[in-house]
């Protein structure tokens, strides 16, 4: 195994997400050394260029465009290359091509003997992080993705909205596909210690189960209605990836609902899915289950088969 660099993060994919996260990784002063690597070269030097240009107002960093052989000893991976998602055209849909496009780049991943972990951003990313797992060679703990982390963010931005509290004091998850079979996990929602429920009455917020229905529509569908205005979600998934990268470096073994292997939690094995899982310089390190009430659970299950159905009509077959 390559000797990780601690402070070495590699994008592959540097479109819209790819280049927003770099700008936001360029930021955060995690890194010392950033490669991008895209298909296309020149788009690759472009951005290097570009996020390189702010430096004299962050932190001293060696940006650059590069190849795979600079990839091995990166403590962090993230791949976010892959073809996007065009209005009206669910992440599912985009699960064949980008599988194949994963079939040039975990071959070269698996020749370079990578030490440190790999992020699947692309989407469908439940997907394309379980074809990461078969096709990377590398432990699963170490191969994981960005799952539902952004979708539970909109969520306690818009509860937070809701019930006039910081979105930093909701607690609340996302979980299982990062897409329209996902689920709210409300039965487990808090605001600080408090239930969700018991919030909303002692602010006599009586309409809370009318506006959970709407919420849960509104952050199911917030990818869509991005995409629909500007063709393109790259800002707030780019928060997600510093947050996650953050979780990684600093060993933080903080909570996240990322995607990875599923293992007969919640009676789901096979898929990748997201759940509340421990996150730190390992990877994946353990899992956190959350109380899930009977229609929750039932739901998560759904979205496993979909999942599945994907899988199986999308992997390549030996």
């Not at 599923?262 to 956190?288: C, F, R, W």
């Amino acid at each position: 195994m390559s000797k990780v660099n601690p402070r070495k993060v590699a994008m592959i994919g540097c479109g819209f997400v790819g280049s927003a996260s770099c700008f936001a990784l360029m930021q955060s002063g995690l890194f010392s050394e950033m490669v991008l690597i895209d298909a296309n070269q020149a788009k690759a030097e472009g951005e290097a260029m570009d996020i390189a240009h702010g430096l004299p107002f962050a932190r001293p960093m060696n940006i650059y465009a590069g190849s795979y052989d600079d990839i091995a000893d990166a403590a962090i991976i993230i791949v976010s290359a892959g073809a996007a998602q065009a209005p009206g055209e669910t992440r599912l849909d985009l699960a064949k091509k980008n599988i194949r496009i994963f079939g040039f780049i975990m071959p070269e991943l698996k020749k370079r003997d990578i030490g440190g972990v790999l992020v699947i951003v692309a989407n469908p990313v439940d997907v394309l992080t379980y074809a990461a797992i078969q096709m990377s060679g590398l432990p699963e703990n170490r191969v994981f993705g960005t799952g539902t982390v952004l979708d539970s963010a909109r969520l306690k931005t818009m509860i937070g909205d809701y019930v006039g509290v910081d979105s930093r004091n909701c607690h609340a998850y996302v979980v299982g596909e990062h897409g329209n079979s996902e689920i709210v996990a409300w039965s487990s929602a808090k605001i600080s210690g408090l239930p969700l429920e018991d919030y909303c009455m002692l602010k006599d917020l009586r309409d809370y189960k009318e506006q959970e229905e709407l919420i849960a529509e509104r952050v199911k569908n917030s990818a869509y209605e991005i995409i629909e205005r500007k063709g393109a979600t790259y800002y707030g998934i780019a928060m997600s990836v510093k947050r996650v990268c953050e979780a990684v470096i600093r060993d933080e073994k903080t909570v996240l609902p990322v995607s990875h292997l599923q293992h007969g939690e919640y009676g789901i094995k096979d898929v990748a899915m997201s759940t509340p899982a421990l996150v730190g310089i390992n990877g994946i390190e353990g899992e956190i289950p959350i109380d899930l009430n009977m229609d929750e659970q039932e739901r998560l299950l759904a979205s496993a088969r979909t999942l599945r159905e994907v899988l199986d009509d999308a992997m390549p077959k030996d």
